[in-house]
């Protein structure tokens, strides 16, 4: 049966991907490996596909194997699916090659993510897939946690209907790691979806030495080129048998999807093209422009190959006059990023061909944004509007960063904001393995499953791991959350380890009025230990201040340093968002530890029964008596590159440093 659930981007796809799938091939690489730990978890559990069999997981000691195992199966007549990310998707192209070739329908899930270049990321954006845009997979894209699961299916659905393999992507980190309240497919609605005859067809076409057939073969120059033209209709077809898809998906469930999803003003002359998670943001932009007069839309690619030039002409408004392809990624050399190009393309074929309505051509330009998950935000989104409003836009450009080099970005307006009045923000920052993401994601299962409100989570996790910084953002609201960016103004700030307030800005984020509680040893000089700048914050922003001593506390209940019990209570306790939250909080600590020891619960159970006795508010006073300044102290010998660039980055102020 359909749930709702508070899943996050990978266990969304996940879940699609193990309903819709006989063999599973995988190999583990950030950000991608939770959808295959996920589907490994589910099969030795026994769990079922819609056909009734336990889909074979088989963890390969490559990606190239996983690519090879997948093909493989699909050669076979087997329903397939892989998973990867970055660097691991580049090492399955060859065979990806030999997929597509073949005409072999299976279906590739990636959380995008940036590929080692001058340095490695493990963040996210577009570098991966578009790199592998050349092998002939037809590639799907997702801009949030419903659609990584909707779309997923319509891969798999698409893929067999088309025989053109599937490329499915969604943002590495900030699709595939946020947690989401969604609205899930059962087994009811995956058998509807499925055309059975497709299936057959697939099992007809399997390698059977009872059946022989050529396949793979060795070609001369007399008949490789037109091997290669051969497949065309079946490129041709794609478009619209994902269409059909689409169509039957939203008669089932409800939610309609399009090849090129238009939102905003039907009247639009500025419009913003884009794939992934950035749509949200630039809709929450042009919403807000729109109602101040402005007359700007967002179109969102989901099929991006093969490129439905008909289909994007028949999204664009009539009255378009200038519009921005924005791309996640960087092809050095090239004339444009690979949207644009293809947009560019799309647009003066058409305007050649007297196929257009437009009184003159629209202006075309190529924004790169968003790289390594760099944030993307309304604000920037503004930008691009703005600029596309210029008598002479700036044709390439960058967005989000300070270009003091090449001069290509945009300024723009930060304290911008778009976000709803009345939704709850609130910050944590913690340390990794201390307990603190996992809590918040606790926190967000239990709000989403039992209240009306919509529930959001996004981690922000250091490439370091465990013991370094980790920020959690959560959102609750009445309406459904699509803000696919950090928060800037929250109305509750928590600090689980008290160290950070020496060297980053943690009240940077609270907004005026609101609630900052602190773990430290010593909650009865709590303002009088912190920083100079954490005090005036205090002060100025007039923010209610709640400490405890979630050290002492888990470490009497034999948990040592895992204080993340003790917070997650005392975040109930001063937002009063969940009215009987102690006997829910008790539940998920049952659901989380009781497989592991009851003594664990136990453990746990007392800490929520003392964390109310110990958290303490604290008075702030009129003016600040801290001498102590924030910052990142370094020896005096330390070289100019440590001082001027290492320190920033350390103080957590990287994203504030320009190109030069």
């Not at 060297?503 to 609630?515: I, Q």
Request: hydrophobic fraction near 45%; charge should be neutral; include cysteine.
């Amino acid at each position: 049966m359909p749930e709702t659930l508070p899943i996050d981007g990978n266990e969304a796809a996940a879940r699609s991907a193990y309903a819709l799938s006989e063999v599973i091939a995988i190999y583990p690489i950030t950000p991608a490996s939770n959808m295959g730990e996920w589907c490994d978890d589910q099969a030795a559990k026994g769990a079922k596909n819609i056909w009734g069999s336990v889909p074979a997981v088989v963890e390969l000691q490559s990606e190239a194997g996983a690519a090879g195992a997948a093909h493989g199966a699909v050669t076979g007549g087997a329903l397939t699916a892989t998973f990867t990310a970055s660097q691991g998707l580049l090492l399955k192209i060859p065979v990806l090659y030999k997929i597509a070739g073949e005409l072999s329908p299976f279906v590739a899930h990636v959380a995008a993510r940036s590929l080692a270049t001058h340095a490695l990321s493990i963040f996210g954006d577009h570098s991966d897939v578009m790199a592998a845009r050349g092998a002939g997979l037809a590639m799907l894209a997702s801009g949030s946690v419903q659609e990584a699961h909707d779309l997923a299916a319509v891969a798999h659905l698409a893929a067999l209907e088309s025989r053109i393999p599937f490329l499915h992507f969604f943002d590495g980190f900030r699709t595939s790691h946020e947690v989401h309240k969604i609205e899930t497919l059962g087994e009811d609605d995956f058998r509807a979806l499925v055309d059975e005859p497709a299936v057959r067809r697939l099992r007809a076409r399997a390698l059977d030495p009872e059946r022989p057939a050529l396949k793979g073969s060795s070609q001369n120059p007399d008949v490789f080129f037109q091997g290669r033209e051969a497949a065309n209709p079946f490129y041709f077809d794609c478009p619209e048998k994902t269409q059909a898809v689409m169509d039957r998906f939203a008669k089932r469930t409800g939610r309609a999807y399009r090849l090129f999803d238009y939102y905003g003003h039907p009247e639009a002359q500025r419009v913003i093209m884009l794939m992934g998670s950035g749509a949200g943001a630039a809709q929450e932009a042009a919403d807000a422009i729109n109602a101040r007069g402005g007359r700007v839309g967002v179109l969102q690619v989901r099929l991006y190959r093969p490129f439905c030039a008909p289909a994007l002409l028949r999204a664009l408004p009539r009255t378009v006059r200038a519009v921005a392809a924005l791309d996640r990624c960087k092809e050095p050399g090239a004339p444009g990023e690979p949207l644009f190009l293809d947009v560019a393309t799309a647009l003066q074929e058409a305007w050649a061909g007297g196929q257009t309505p437009w009184a003159r051509m629209p202006r075309a330009i190529n924004g790169r944004y968003g790289l390594a998950s760099k944030e993307f935000t309304p604000a920037m989104a503004a930008a691009v509007f703005a600029e596309l409003a210029r008598g002479e836009p700036q044709p390439r450009f960058t967005v989000g960063i300070k270009d003091d080099v090449t001069r290509l970005s945009l300024d723009y307006e930060s304290e911008f904001s778009t976000e709803a009045p009345e939704t709850t923000r609130a910050v944590f920052f913690g340390l990794g393995a201390d307990g603190t993401v996992g809590a918040n994601k606790n926190t967000i299962k239990i709000i989403a499953q039992h209240s009306d409100l919509h529930a959001q989570g996004y981690f922000v996790y250091d490439s370091k791991k465990s013991g370094s910084l980790t920020v959690s953002h959560l959102r609750f609201g009445p309406k459904p959350i699509r803000s696919t960016y950090l928060i800037r103004q929250a109305q509750f700030v928590a600090c689980h380890a008290p160290q950070l307030l020496e060297r980053v800005d943690v009240l940077g984020l609270a907004a005026p009025g609101g609630t900052f509680l602190l773990n430290t040893s010593e909650p009865e000089k709590a303002f009088a230990n912190l920083p100079r700048e954490a005090q005036l914050a205090l002060i100025d922003k007039k923010l209610a201040f709640y400490a405890i001593d979630a050290y002492i506390l888990a470490r009497a209940a034999g948990l040592g340093p895992r204080i993340n019990t003790v917070m997650q209570v005392c975040f109930f306790e001063i937002t009063k968002l969940l009215p009987g939250y102690l006997e829910l909080v008790k539940a998920a600590i049952r659901k989380t530890y009781g497989g592991k020891s009851e003594e664990l619960v136990e453990r746990n159970f007392r800490v929520v029964e003392q964390a109310l006795r110990h958290l303490r508010r604290v008075e702030v006073p009129a003016r600040p008596d801290a001498t102590r300044r924030r910052g990142v102290e370094l020896p005096g010998s330390a070289p100019e590159f440590v001082r001027n660039f290492t320190r920033e980055l350390m103080a957590g102020r990287g994203d504030e440093l320009p190109v030069g």
